[in-house]
């Protein structure tokens, strides 16, 4: 009787919170609200005492990212990429004073995307630009599946908060099938810090049904910063200094870094030195000629680094003394052999020593005004030599008989 009084005692003792059972929640469902975007809701347990407790809920996501957070209300929205399916549980809390308890865990899943296997966009790869202050431009890449048929038609949309919308320009692979997209103005805000860019690229084909893809972008992380704007580089003896202004972009000039390569075209030493101002100075040789280029990034204060920018168009400072000497050496050399040529040529002519040294050839007679000359020559040596040596021999011969043996 005693045993039973002391138990007694002690189930009075207890707080009336572990009396209590928790029970979880009901009607939990989980559906696609947006790209990318699902919404999880659930209805508190109509069975459950409260007893001046507060309910809270856990909820947990079991994939395509694991994440645990409890909540107040009964409704949880979430970002993700939803082409491999989408996962998630929840229960709920009951809180009293520092103590607290939970009931069983409800879950519930949304299947993969449709589609056959290995059809899906594979390496994609987006960057956007502020154009102007306030627009931003994106451009995505990305290669066919492997087993995308040939006829396969990709098409990309992008979800900035609120906003969708379809790519409105594509470029085209060797088989005639989209493989790039730009948008030259997007709703994407450029000052947001950590925002999402969702990507979904689906596709058709008349031989496979092609499955969709999703990807989720930090817009810091893949924002290709603007060039440095209005250089300015001097020479002050031997020292470099260099002053330019941020890029185009909404963020202050505290929120960038930059690198400056130097390259020493007399030396060939080439130098790229991390700077976190807007300005520089720097040693250099006053007897080389230098090439300056600058790029910027964002720095990890202000937002996460994106991509480096382009290189600024070369600048060229200084002057290479050993090269110019050359360069004025070679100069004199060809223009004083060219004055003593043209000197001789003058002094040459004056002598008439081109006569002397190259006489003209003499001009040939012109022996064809008469048409018979060698013969009459013949005709004439002939009948003169007959009568004087050979008199009576050659009474019987003729001078043509005579001619006409020799050829």
């Not at 709920?92 to 059809?119: C, I, K, M, Y």
């Not at 870094?257 to 130098?271: A, M, R, T, V, W």
Request: overall charge neutral; some cysteine.
């Amino acid at each position: 009787h005693n045993i039973w009084k002391l138990v007694l005692l002690w189930y009075r003792s207890l707080p009336k919170m572990l009396l209590v059972s928790v029970l979880p929640p009901v009607n939990f469902t989980l559906s696609v609200s947006a790209l990318a975007q699902v919404l999880l809701h659930w209805e508190p347990n109509p069975a459950q005492e409260q007893n001046n407790s507060t309910i809270r809920y856990d909820v947990k996501i079991l994939s395509p990212v694991p994440e645990e957070y409890d909540t107040k209300r009964t409704h949880s929205v979430r970002t993700a990429a939803l082409h491999n399916g989408f996962s998630a549980r929840v229960r709920t809390l009951l809180l009293q004073e520092n103590l607290q308890l939970s009931s069983d865990w409800v879950e519930r899943n949304l299947p993969p995307l449709p589609g056959a296997a290995e059809t899906s966009v594979t390496n994609l790869s987006c960057v956007t630009r502020v154009t102007i202050p306030g627009n931003v431009s994106l451009r995505c890449t990305w290669l066919p599946g492997q087993g995308a048929p040939e006829d396969t038609k990709y098409f990309l949309f992008y979800r900035y908060e609120t906003h969708t919308e379809e790519c409105p320009a594509y470029t085209k692979d060797k088989w005639n099938r989209n493989a790039e997209c730009s948008f030259s103005s997007t709703q994407i805000k450029p000052g947001e810090i950590d925002s999402l860019i969702v990507i979904h690229i689906n596709g058709s084909s008349k031989r496979a049904a092609i499955k969709p893809f999703q990807q989720l972008f930090n817009q810091n992380a893949i924002e290709k910063v603007n060039i440095p704007r209005n250089i300015s580089i001097s020479l002050e003896q031997n020292d470099l200094l260099a002053m330019w202004e941020k890029p185009i972009s909404p963020f202050h000039e505290e929120c960038f870094e930059y690198e400056f390569y130097l390259i020493n075209l007399k030396s060939g030493n080439k130098q790229i030195l991390k700077i976190s101002s807007n300005r520089f100075r720097v040693g250099i040789d006053g007897s080389s000629r230098y090439s300056i280029r600058i790029r910027a990034n964002h720095n990890h204060i202000c937002r996460a680094q994106g991509f480096w920018s382009d290189w600024s168009e070369i600048i060229y400072v200084g002057q290479n003394k050993l090269e110019n000497s050359i360069v004025w050496i070679f100069t004199l050399l060809c223009v004083s052999t060219s004055c003593t040529l043209l000197f001789v040529a003058i002094i040459c002519k004056m002598s008439h020593l081109w006569r002397k040294l190259f006489p003209p050839i003499p001009t040939p007679s012109n022996k064809f005004r008469d048409l018979f000359p060698i013969d009459y020559e013949r005709a004439r040596t002939c009948t003169s030599s007959m009568e004087t040596e050979v008199g009576s021999l050659a009474e019987g011969f003729s001078c043509s008989v005579l001619d006409d043996s020799v050829f």
